[in-house]
């Protein structure tokens, strides 16, 4: 008979086993689980992960476990979610589906812990310009959205090819939210837009992100007697461009909104939403996928059935740069090898297809290649292509457009688009 | 000065100390991270209570002083190579002057009055860092590699435990002294205090500048552990209701109360991460307090006099 003591330490030592055998690797996502954005991010994290694991799992057959920490887009709640993902859950590897100022504020717990992190939203120049100055320090960070420098690079051609050679507006009036993002995006407009567009800037509103009532701003802009408004909204977007359709303003809108870079846009405004266009990171909403892209959205789609019904950018970013950060863990040992690691991930270069075109490409820019058209090197940060024929990777942006019947398409650059440029119905044309 | 004082406080505060030393050796480092911003929200939960909950002059701005220390500090040591151990000083300094040249006038106003001029100096300090000398500032990004002045979990809750423990004690024995008395006059009956002969404009200017300086050096120090700062981590109303829930539910107008009342709020909300990650552990959190503060609005420190008088019966 066995005596239960036996049967005890047997299990045990079963147990054990298993557990060496199936040693998790913790991956842990910070960001906002109450956006559309962070949870973007997160569940395009989700999907890879469930796909390495159904693989055969990583590092030796490891399975991979997924840890959150919610920032609720608050910088110090940001640090705190690192401190926790670093300090109690000990995590392997981190995603970040952050905004600017929370990544700026967990930063430096990232350069103390030295735990490999990647960002899929943040886009701030000065975070590689960081790379840039400190190497060492920031050889655990990567960031795989194109750097806010370069979107606005690409947004200034929008402006030249079309805002002025095809609709001939001349002058502009920037109406900004009073955030961080807000002032960032109103500096690269006013300091490059103008002058390498030739479009002058008229006058520069800046509004709180808890303003309900547009009215009195859209008569300011009107009186500024510009040609165009330049729109900068990250903050409740859908209020700013429903009242202007509501009010049938008589200028053309552009610019930054992001709440039209999600499918739900149509129905947060009510249907009243039509005649925006707002610069879009890639892959965005109305832009045409290629296979594997698509693939990727089908199994997101069959998985979730709550907001946001199609991936943001960064989903895409979080799914594919997921699977790259275990590739250079493979490659280097793991993650522990900071320096191997970043070698490694440095290396990785998905290029994906469409029509036999260069359509999506995922990898990053090393320390020494300098960029043709900004004549300056981002380290650490994803690839783009701020010329066309985009046959090195894709464009850093698009700009899309959501017509008044509720479709949406992209109508810049040339190259990428599916649909064009028009004006509101009310909006007369110059 | 210390007639009220005797060998059974001396007794409280070494144990007290005794705790705070052994603790790195009892919890995790997880733990101890998350106790190093109890202690910082404790430092400036003192700070709010040895203003408003002491005199009962509601300060609703209190991030604005948080925030000159910790903008001082980091601009001085970031921008122009001020070694930390001037830049702090200096911060508390300037926190102490800047705040006095704002806060005169507001002496002379009381009750829901004050608490919106401190709420507009908060504003004024969220605009004023955004617009005024961006680039010395960050403008609304602020600024990310401030020099931290410890690395690692322990060493960072020393320095923190240090530095809320001398603050404790330095206002608590400034509440045992005549001046502490006559400070706490002020809540109760101003205009009685001002039949007795007391300047009470200037003990009001006294006890604004002590919970500046303390406010500027948390403020400092603070920034200093996080190594960044931005407008909207300090200036926030959020950061404000923190720092009064703490002191209200630790026990207003008792200096240690807070101190508890920050450890309560900051456990509570970081032990229900694992089980409720998302933004629902907010209304778990509101919730208990708010449970908490019906059934004894003296907070936890009178419960923890309630169960020491019954445990000495």
Redesign the interface.
């Known amino acids: 008979m066995i005596s239960p003591l036996k049967t005890l330490t047997g299990a045990a030592a079963i147990a054990l086993a298993a557990s060496a055998v199936t040693a998790d690797i913790k991956v842990g996502f910070i960001g906002s689980?109450?956006s559309d954005t962070g949870l973007s991010t997160l569940r395009g994290a989700e999907i890879a992960i469930e796909e390495l694991n159904a693989a055969g799992g990583v590092l030796g057959g490891q399975k991979i476990e997924l840890v959150?920490?919610?920032t609720?887009e608050?910088?110090?709640e940001g640090?705190?979610a690192y401190?926790?993902l670093a300090?109690?859950?000990e995590v392997d590897f981190i995603i970040s589906g952050s905004i600017?100022?929370v990544s700026?504020?967990w930063?430096?717990?990232m350069?103390?812990y030295q735990i490999p992190t990647l960002d899929t939203w943040t886009s701030?120049i000065?975070i590689i310009d960081?790379v840039v100055e400190?190497p060492d320090d920031m050889k655990p960070y990567f960031m795989n959205i194109a750097s806010d420098e370069a979107l606005a690079t690409l947004y200034i051609n929008f402006g030249a090819d079309v805002l002025k050679a095809q609709m001939g507006f001349e002058s502009v009036v920037i109406l900004a939210e009073?955030?961080?993002f807000?002032?960032?995006i109103t500096g690269l407009v006013t300091e490059a837009l103008a002058p390498v567009a030739g479009i002058e800037v008229k006058d520069t509103i800046i509004y709180d992100i808890n303003t309900v009532d547009f009215a009195p701003l859209f008569s300011k802009a009107q009186e500024s007697g510009a040609d165009f408004i330049y729109q900068v909204s990250s903050v409740n977007s859908q209020v700013i461009s429903s009242q202007y359709v509501k009010l049938q303003v008589p200028m053309a809108m552009t610019g930054v909104n992001v709440s039209a870079l999600g499918l739900e846009y149509w129905e947060d405004t009510g249907g009243a939403g039509g005649g925006i266009s707002t610069l879009s990171p890639i892959p965005s909403v109305g832009f045409e996928l290629d296979p594997a892209s698509q693939a990727f959205v089908d199994t997101y789609q069959a998985k979730y059935t709550s907001r946001p019904v199609m991936p943001h950018f960064n989903g895409f970013n979080a799914y594919q740069g997921l699977k790259q950060a275990f590739a250079a863990a493979e490659e280097a040992g793991g993650f522990k090898d900071v320096n191997g690691w970043n070698a490694a991930m440095s290396k990785q270069d998905l290029k994906l297809m469409k029509d036999d075109k260069l359509w999506l490409r995922y990898g990053f820019w090393d320390r020494d290649t300098v960029e043709p058209v900004t004549n300056r090197t981002y380290p650490q940060n994803a690839l783009f292509d701020l010329e066309a024929p985009y046959d090195f990777a894709q464009p850093s942006m698009v700009v899309i457009q959501w017509k008044e019947d509720g479709n949406v398409g992209v109508v810049y650059p040339p190259e990428y688009a599916t649909t064009d440029f028009t004006l509101p119905s009310w909006v007369p044309a110059k | 000065m210390t007639s009220n004082l005797n060998l059974r406080h001396a007794i409280y505060w070494a144990l007290f100390a005794g705790l705070l030393f052994a603790m790195p050796y009892l919890v995790?480092?997880?733990?101890?991270?998350?106790m190093i911003?109890a202690l910082y929200v404790g430092i400036f939960a003192m700070s709010w209570d040895f203003l408003s909950g002491r005199t009962g002059y509601i300060s609703f701005g209190h991030p604005f002083l948080i925030g000159i220390g910790a903008y001082a500090t980091a601009i001085l040591s970031y921008r122009f190579d001020v070694p930390v151990m001037f830049s702090i000083p200096l911060a508390v300094i300037i926190t102490m002057v800047a705040s006095t040249m704002f806060i005169l006038p507001a002496l002379r106003i009381k009750g829901s009055y004050f608490a919106l001029v401190t709420l507009a100096f908060m504003e004024l300090m969220y605009q004023l860092v955004?617009v005024i000398r961006?680039d010395l500032t960050g403008?609304?990004?602020?600024i990310?590699?401030?020099e931290?002045i410890t690395?690692?979990?322990v060493n960072g809750f020393y320095l923190a435990a240090f530095l809320a423990f001398c603050v404790a004690l330095f206002l608590w024995l400034l509440t045992r002294t005549r001046l502490g008395a006559a400070q706490s006059a002020i809540g109760m009956d101003e205009e009685a205090l001002k039949g007795s002969g007391i300047n009470a404009t200037k003990l009001k200017l006294f006890t604004f500048v002590v919970s500046a300086a303390v406010a500027g050096l948390g403020g400092a120090f603070y920034v200093h552990y996080?190594?960044?700062i931005?407008p909207?981590?300090i200036f926030?109303i959020?950061?404000v209701f923190t720092i009064i829930v703490a002191a209200l539910l630790g026990g207003a107008g008792t200096i240690t109360g807070p101190l508890f009342g920050a450890f309560f709020l900051t456990f509570l909300l970081?032990y229900l991460?694992p089980w409720l990650?998302?933004?629902e552990r907010y209304l778990i959190y509101g919730g208990v307090a708010l449970v908490l503060y019906m059934y004894q609005p003296k907070g936890m420190y009178a419960i923890a006099a309630k169960l020491r008088a019954g445990v000495m019966k």
Do not use: H
């Not at chain 2, 995790?28 to 998350?34: A, H, P």
């Not at chain 2, 403008?139 to 602020?142: E, I």
């Open positions: 689980m109450s959150t920490a919610d609720r608050d910088v110090t640090v705190k401190e926790y300090e109690s859950e600017d100022d700026l504020g930063l430096p717990r350069i103390e701030y000065g960081m400190n009073d955030t961080a807000g002032q960032a | 995790s480092k997880g733990d101890l991270r998350t911003f955004q961006p403008g609304t990004r602020g990310s590699g401030v931290t690395r690692g979990a996080l190594g960044s931005a909207r981590a926030d959020n950061f970081e991460r990650p998302g933004a």
